[in-house]
Nanobody
Framework: HVQLVESGGGLVQAGGSLRLSCAAS????????MGWLRRAPGKEREFVAA????????YYADSVKGRFTISRDNAKNTVYLQMNSLKPEDTAVYYC????????????????????WGQGTQVTVSF
């Protein structure tokens, strides 16, 4: 079965950087779209970024464009989220997710698009 395991979260000061990793296993992920979503305290889960495993097309929420970069390593079956210029409002639990679907039409921005989820990793950005 599909397993997604996140790592790399932690505490960082505003302006700092973190890199999240999502190790994926259980099947071949070509044809999948891999996403990062986050949930801040008291808020709904929101889309952060996504990448098409085959082809590498990327998608970003407006709030993170220019600061975050999503990428994947096919050999390691791992998806990364490089987060730079972090802000306190980026504080959240970050989840890795996978969907056997393409993001055409922006579908991958929706929580319900994804079939599989990791357990989440906490990112805390202090002032």
């Amino acid at each position: 079965h599909v397993q997604l395991v996140e790592s790399g979260g932690g505490l960082v000061q505003a302006g700092g950087s973190l890199r999240l990793s999502c190790a994926a296993s259980g099947r071949t992920f070509s044809g999948y779209t891999m996403g990062w979503l986050r949930r801040a305290p008291g808020k709904e889960r929101e889309f952060v970024a996504a990448i098409k495993w085959s082809g590498g097309n990327t998608y970003y929420a407006d709030s993170v464009k220019g600061r975050f970069t999503i990428s994947r390593d096919n050999a390691k079956n791992t998806v990364y989220l490089q987060m730079n210029s972090l802000k306190p409002e980026d504080t959240a639990v970050y989840y890795c997710a996978a969907a056997f679907n393409s993001c055409s039409g922006g579908g991958c921005y929706a929580y319900g698009f994804y079939d599989y989820w990791g357990q989440g990793t906490q990112v805390t950005v202090s002032f």
